[in-house]
């Protein structure tokens, strides 16, 4: 199977659901876009358990458990102009779009994400840029969506040159999922877009060991290679990377990769995604499991999104135990 695969039907026809699994789904694929690469696919079928959880979409999704939100990043009192948030004074991120090469079930923009959302009409991306030139505290520009990997590399091109041309624009900085979700995707042609002449930071979403595959271990070579400084983010998720093992193996490959784990962060509470939640405490207690024995290299910083908007704040180093 060569191309993406976006409905429980299709999921089912490629042998990843069980065809009697397909039609309690219905509501749930009306409600949140669904998206498996050939690359995630394979994991899923070469039975990677933590791979499938985070993709495959599951009847729990409609149930929002009673502390679940919609906007759990309350990001909309912080949009100066569309498709922009600021919310801390030195930076500011960027979304032109709110497409994704995969949809992750917990994802916290859940809401938003989607194949035909949030493209930032031309009109709007002016605006965007416009902001941003005129907004000199802001040192880094941070593109994120939906994933900006995604965008044709000459508009992302576009983007990106706009951006390092401001004098005030120290940084520049990528969230994505495509180096390991859709490796394919890191042409020379994307390869070529990403050297605009200021630090470009990426950070690579990848929650577990096995989505670092050979594919995608050569994507994140050709980044590096390009000038890219590679850092990875990852959620803590129940069934996913919930023990000291996986933890651990999904910091390692990353090192192995090239990528310096950046963040873990504590699940956001968006809505139908209680299957995956961790308590905070279990997950200072997981940490506590790595301290001292894994290198200080492998160590991200833990964080929670604070309730209305207050921002990440980083959750106590574990104590040694
Ligand atoms: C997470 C986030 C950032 C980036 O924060 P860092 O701690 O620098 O990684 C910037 N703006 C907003 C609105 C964010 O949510
Ligand atoms: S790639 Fe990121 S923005 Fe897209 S669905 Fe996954 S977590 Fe959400």
């Known amino acids: 199977m060569n191309r993406t695969l976006r409905s429980a039907g299709e999921l089912a026809a490629a042998g990843l659901l069980p065809p009697e699994a397909v039609a309690a789904l219905a509501p749930v694929e009306a409600r949140y876009a ?14 990677h358990a933590d791979v499938a959880r985070q993709y495959l979409p599951d009847p729990s999704e409609l149930l929002t458990a009673p502390h679940e939100r919609g906007d759990p990043t309350a990001d909309a009192p912080f949009t100066p102009v569309k498709g922009v948030v600021h919310r801390y004074p030195d930076r500011a991120l960027l979304k032109p779009l709110l497409a994704c090469p995969v949809y992750c079930r917990f994802c916290f923009r ?10 930032l009409s031309e009109a709007e991306l002016e605006a965007a840029l416009d902001w941003f030139a005129r907004t000199p505290g802001v040192r880094e520009a941070i593109l994120t969506g939906g994933d900006p990997l995604i965008l044709s590399p000459r508009r992302l091109g576009r983007i990106l040159g706009r951006l390092a041309a401001l004098p005030h624009i120290e940084v520049l900085r990528i969230h994505s999922r495509v180096p390991v979700a859709d490796p394919g995707r890191v042409t020379e042609a994307l390869l070529g877009v990403l050297e605009p002449g200021k630090p470009l930071y990426l950070c690579v979403h990848a929650n ?36 000291p093992e996986a933890l651990e193996a999904l910091f390692r490959a990353m090192l192995r990769h090239r990528v310096k784990p950046y963040y873990l962060h504590q699940l956001d509470p968006a809505p139908g995604t ?16 790595l301290r001292g024995r894994v290198t200080g290299l492998a160590w991200p910083t833990y964080v929670q999104e604070r309730p209305e908007g207050a921002g990440k704040f980083p959750l106590g180093m574990p104590a040694m135990q």
């Open 34 to 47: 669904v998206a498996v690469t050939p690359e995630v696919a394979a994991l899923i079928r070469a039975g």
């Open 110 to 119: 859940r809401e938003a994400v989607g194949p035909d959302g949030g493209l």
């Open 208 to 243: 577990a060991a096995a989505e670092f595959t050979p594919a995608a271990g050569a994507a994140l070579r050709a980044l590096h290679a390009a000038g890219v400084v590679l850092l990875g983010q990852s959620v803590l998720l129940r069934g996913v990377n919930d023990s």
């Open 274 to 289: 209680a299957r995956f939640a961790v308590p905070v405490e279990e997950g200072l207690a997981l940490l506590a499991r």
